[in-house]
């Protein structure tokens, strides 16, 4: 048994995936491990990409299943491991970043590391549940306000949340390392609801309904460059609309309702913006939310 098993899913990330595998053994320190890498991109070539990493398998899905179906074919007979880390490509691992995620992780607990840009600048990460009133609180102030009280935000950003470890109920799903015998039970992410996004946060859930904490390791540190999914309207639309997927999984019709017209809300107040009109027209209408990518689920 090795002691990391690391799980990344490439979508025309073939740069990123070499920088992200260099900085790999110094984060992994004197940890054994190894790596599959899941192309879901079919004109990518990445054989000449890992062909100087011995210790990565090369997995290809054959279309783009989505980044939740991607991680599902890596875990399909999987090697045997002490933990499994799930990667964004387009991370770079500090020194000693998987060994201290993975000793705050013991056999009970999930971690997130602390993340920073490009320039070094710490990046908000951790998410409280989702909650109306706080997508409401969301849709009325935005970034303004930063002080608020929690409840009127998902998004933690107080400075003092990221000075020291802690637990949190979920955090952007740039890099989470979970003992495997606990990926086991909790069992595949949910690909048919989600193509890309809100698939970490149902993960997290589930992994605390399991009696996991999610833990914060601020000493283990990824610098996360961002948007190595892209970006486009769609995508932003398709962020919304698993924002209500994902509520309705885990709540009753009538507060599902609500949730779902904070989000519509939000569209409106910001309608001026083409990526709002976009989120706000596959809100509403089947016919627009069968164009995105992924299609109807």
């Known amino acids: 048994m090795i002691d990391c098993l690391l799980i990344i899913v490439s979508y025309r990330s073939a740069p990123d995936i070499a920088q992200l595998l260099d900085t790999v053994p110094a984060a992994a320190g004197d940890l054994v491990w190894r790596a599959v890498v899941v192309n879901n991109e079919p004109t990518d070539d990445l054989a000449p990409v890992l062909a100087g990493h011995p210790k990565v398998e090369l997995v290809e899905s054959g279309a783009n299943v989505g980044y939740a179906g991607g991680i599902n074919r890596a875990l399909v007979g999987a090697t045997a491991s002490r933990w499994t880390v799930f990667l964004n490509p387009d991370l770079r691992l500090e020194p000693g ?4 995620m ?4 013991g056999d009970a607990d999930a971690v997130t590391p602390a993340i ?5 600048h710490p990046q908000s ?6 909650t109306i009133l706080g997508s409401l ?4 102030f935005g970034d303004r306000w930063p002080g608020r009280p929690a409840r009127l935000g998902e998004r933690v950003r107080d400075p003092r949340a990221y000075a020291s470890s802690g637990t949190t109920d979920w955090a952007t799903g740039a890099a989470l390392l979970v003992p495997t015998p606990l990926v086991r039970a909790v069992g595949l992410w949910d690909e048919r609801r989600f193509f890309l996004y809100s698939e970490e946060t149902d993960y997290c859930r589930r992994l605390r309904a399991s009696g996991a904490s999610i833990r914060f390791q601020p000493d283990a540190v990824v610098r996360h460059r961002g948007a190595g999914s ?14 209500v997927r994902y509520f309705r999984k885990w709540h009753g019709p009538l507060t599902s309702t609500g949730f779902a017209g904070v989000v519509i ?6 309608a001026n913006q083409p990526r709002s009109r976009a989120a706000l027209r596959a809100l509403l209408s089947p016919t627009a939310r069968a ?3 992924g299609g109807l689920r």
């Open 97 to 100: 970043a998987l060994a201290g």
């Open 102 to 105: 993975a000793a705050a992780a």
């Open 116 to 120: 920073v840009d490009d320039r070094g």
């Open 125 to 130: 990460s951790l998410r409280r549940e989702p």
């Open 137 to 140: 609180g969301d849709a009325l």
């Open 230 to 243: 892209g970006t486009s309207d769609a995508l932003h639309a398709l962020q919304e609309v698993n924002r």
């Open 265 to 270: 809300l939000k569209g409106v107040l910001r």
């Open 291 to 293: 164009t995105l990518p």
